[in-house]
């Protein structure tokens, strides 16, 4: 029974009581009542029914006429109903809250202080006072009544209101002895709720052992039954007695009941405390299902804990999540278990954020240092290589007495390598006092990484300082022979074949692919050394091989050099043999293939077949860069054999057909030869002076004037040559000429990057040498400098007259540059036009693609997709002649499909790129395939994909802050709210890529304002 129970049956008995006492003497009276009489009765009537004014003036006028009817004064005295009269005025007056109520009663008591009533009155008063919950009255009254020695049933009524008067005004010491005495009295109606509260006070007073008696004795009293089992497994668990704790919870938990959660509760604490999580899961999750949201966290931080502690970590998750985004003990400890639970389950991102939250919390020091490694620990596994070596340079210094410190160590070695930074990271190893096996595998790769790219930026003394580090470490044998080889390629890029072909040499025998690579690469070697018989073996060996090559493009050039060397070594039936198995199995050079056949044809005088395959080769590959060589070819073979106007018919087909072809000043030189030798002078002379007024300074300018001078003999009119003479000499000065030195050193501010005094000087020099032989390239670094300052019109201007005079060899590149121009100042018919030019007067692959691509990405924005998707399949088929062409080509496979929405497609298309392509391409298609997943709703999926960014993209910073802002993105959809707001707080803080961070904070700033 609650106090507020117990007062309530407290207040029904006293009422009862009071109207038991007046019964009796009214019952006693005869019929013939007399008027005062009369009084007397109604007073008993309106007092029963609480009506206590009225009921006071009855008694009033009931006294008036007793005292007026008799002059017996002792007899009135001793008159029960007159007692009892005045004992009902003092109570009325008292429950009508009169002043001086309390002077009444002292009065009645001091009159009448041997009257039972007298006891009865302070009782009562007590009872009145206790139940307005007036306790300091209460307490001086019923100790009043107590004092009367008023007895039995009424008695113990009093002592127990005392006792819990004294109880609810905190004099325990006072109130435990009294409900000492009542709990033990058998016939004390009392005696149930005595002994709860003597329980109470015990476990308050930590008396536990006495308050499991007490509670025991009323565990079956229907009033208590319900609360007693928490009391008692409370007072148990806090004297630490577990065994007897179970042996009585468990089996009511059994039985269950609502009143229990709190008993359950107990139990799953023991059970706990005795490391048994399995066993406290049940009853964790009774409690918690019956209490809500009330739940304290420290009890959600054990069950979440107890369920991680039994594997079950995606259940830990759920109950931790709620209590981890606090700022207290309990929320450190719930989010570093949430850390190790989300790594269990193989989700390394959500760690993340779980770890920042213990890291950011300094409530217990251990278990915040243990987070801020673990973030950084999870940072190098995801290949988050720069926030790793923020982190982990932090740590060191932050904790340098750290358990974690040699592995910190090595992590911060890995963490090094992941971010690229590799001089930072072999700088760092090579300071340390000792190293690890780990720490010197790291330090073999990272040198061998570096030494690669000092390779590539044709650092070739640094790359061969790094491949020996990387070589004086035995860690991995593949990686050793992988250095090995490419020292020897730094040797070879220098030329220093010599000192190459060794080391090629020691790894030539082995298998696998390294060993391939060695045998082409010897092939290369001799052929650059013009040994042709030794490279033609290696080519052939490497051929037999070609299966362990990664790259089957390499396959086919090899096929081609050794094709090649045959023809070199005049072997032509071989060579003839591998051009035709060029023909057939390549994709890219069969066009080659077909113009070498040709030549080889016309060295053994077999000129119509040699004609035939230059035909050939022009109706089967007219886009090919061989067609001006196989025009040019075809007249040269009747040139040799004197046929001159067959001759002059080719070399002016060339002449008209291709005016951009490099090979106009050789065609013009042979065909004013042929004139010459008809004796066609005038034609010939026209020939000759054409070369040298447009292309005097080509190799053919020296050719053309010595042919001249013999013409204009020949024809008679030698005295023409002086004029010509003159004007070549001011066009081609020698070397100490003032213009050369002008312009050699216009070309060199420009080439040194100063490009607003490039423009100056080189304006200055065309406007000093209008007629300069070098006007074209003049204006094509002109156009250059305005480009790099941002003068898109002018650049525009003097790539255009390049482009105009059309004769030079910077042509293409002007166009190309004026393609890209137009194409940013969306003039995207002028951009197609001009890779169109460029696609058509290629002289080479490079060229070739370099328009392709041009025209691949200028399409997709017009868009024409279907055009983008042409040249796209173009860049594929002709290979990798410029770096990462084929990856482009790839992933705008992909975005054509995507901007379809023929997600399938689109997908299959990134996949493939992913998988060609480790640079910004595949970074690009990886975040689109992560796009994809999200258009079609399918977040989970998405996310996974994206993570994949730190494992193979982490150093493309754009690409990776946009897949993680795409990864909060998909959190939002999840309603992973948290989440979210951690990715995108970990990106504002450590991305670096300036649009990213903004893009971030725009997307924080619209999530918190919805939530």
Known sequence: MSQSQARAGVLKLTVIAGIGLALPAAGQRTLSYTESDYNYRNGIELFEKSNYGAARYEFRQYLDRRKTSSNNTEAISADQ??????????????????????????????NHSQHPKAGQLYGDLGAYYYEREDYAKAIDFLEKAIAQNSTGGQLQKNKYRLALSYFNTQDVNRALPLLNEIKLD???????????????????????????????????????????PNWIAQSLYRERRFDELLTYTEPLLRRGGNSLSDVGLVTAEVYYQQGKFDKAIPYYKQYITAKGAKVPGAVKLRYGQSLFRTGKFDEAIVQLKPIASGKDTVAQYAAFTMGISYLQTQNPTYALTAFDQAGRLSFNKPIQEEAQFNHAKVQVDLNSGADAVKELTAFLQRYPDSPFENEANELLSEAYFASNNYPAAIAYIEKLKRRTPKINATYQRLTYNQAVSDYNA??????????????????????????????????????????????????????????????YALGYAYYNKKDYPRALTYFRDFIAKGSQADDPSVVEDARVRLADTYFATKQYNEAMRTYDEVIARSRGD??????????????????????????????????????????????????????????????SKLITDRPKSYLIPSALLKRATAYSNLQTYDQAIADY????????????????????????NDAGRPEEFSGVLGQYKKSNPGSSDVEKVEFDNAKNIYFNEKYAQAVQALLA?????????????????????????????NALRYYNMVLTEGKSEFVTRAATRAAELETSQKNYARAVRNYQFVLAQANGKNEQVAAQLGLMNTYFVVPKLDSAAYYAREVIETGNVVPGAQNRAQLMLGKVALAKSDYKTA????????????????????????????RQKKYKESIATLLKFNEMFGEFDYWKGKAFILVSDN????????????????????????????????????LENKN
């Open 689 to 712: 002076r054409r070369i040298l007024g447009e292309y005097g300074s080509s190799d053919q300018a020296q050719g053309a004037l010595l042919g001249l001078q013999n013409a204009l």
């Open 186 to 228: 058998p016939d004390a109606e009392d005696a149930p709720a005595a002994s709860y509260y003597a329980g109470v006070i015990n476990y308050r007073n930590n008396n536990f052992r006495e308050a499991t008696a007490d509670f025991k004795r009323i565990a079956q009293n229907p009033t208590y039954q319900n609360e007693v």
């Open 458 to 519: 044709e650092r070739y003394g640094q790359a061969q300082q790094n491949f020996d580090k990387s070589l004086s470490v035995q860690a991995d044998a593949e990686l050793r022979q992988q250095a090995q080889f490419w020292k020897a390629e730094t040797y070879s890029a220098q030329k220093q074949y010599d000192t190459a072909i060794p080391l090629y040499a020691s790894i030539a025998k082995t298998p696998g692919e390294m060993g391939a690579k060695s045998l």
């Open 971 to 1006: 959190n939002v959809e999840l309603n992973e709210i948290v989440q979210a707001r951690g990715v995108l707080n970990s990106i504002i803080q450590n991305a670096e890529d300036e649009r990213i961070v903004a893009e971030a904070k725009q997307k924080l700033a619209a």
């Open 907 to 934: 997908t299959a298309e990134f996949e493939k790129t992913v998988a060609l392509a480790k640079d910004v391409y595949g970074a690009e298609a990886n975040y689109l395939m992560g796009e994809v997943l999200y």
């Open 81 to 110: 109903n007159v007692v009892d009269a005045e004992y009902h005025i003092a109570l009325a007056s008292l429950y009508l809250d009169e002043p001086g109520s309390e002077v009444l009663v002292d009065r009645f008591v001091k």
């Open 765 to 793: 020099f065309m406007q000093e040498y209008p007629a300069s032989p070098n006007l074209s390239e003049a204006r094509y670094y002109l156009g250059e400098s305005y480009r790099q300052t941002k003068d898109v019109a």
């Open 590 to 651: 069969r066009d080659y293939a077909t113009y070498q056949k040709g030549l080889i044809l016309t060295y053994v005088g077999r000129d119509v077949e040699a004609k035939s395959e230059f035909d050939k080769l022009q109706k089967q590959y007219p886009g090919s860069r061989f067609v001006d060589d196989a025009l040019f070819q075809t007249a040269n073979v009747d040139f040799e054999k004197g046929a001159y106007q067959v001759a002059i018919r080719g070399f």
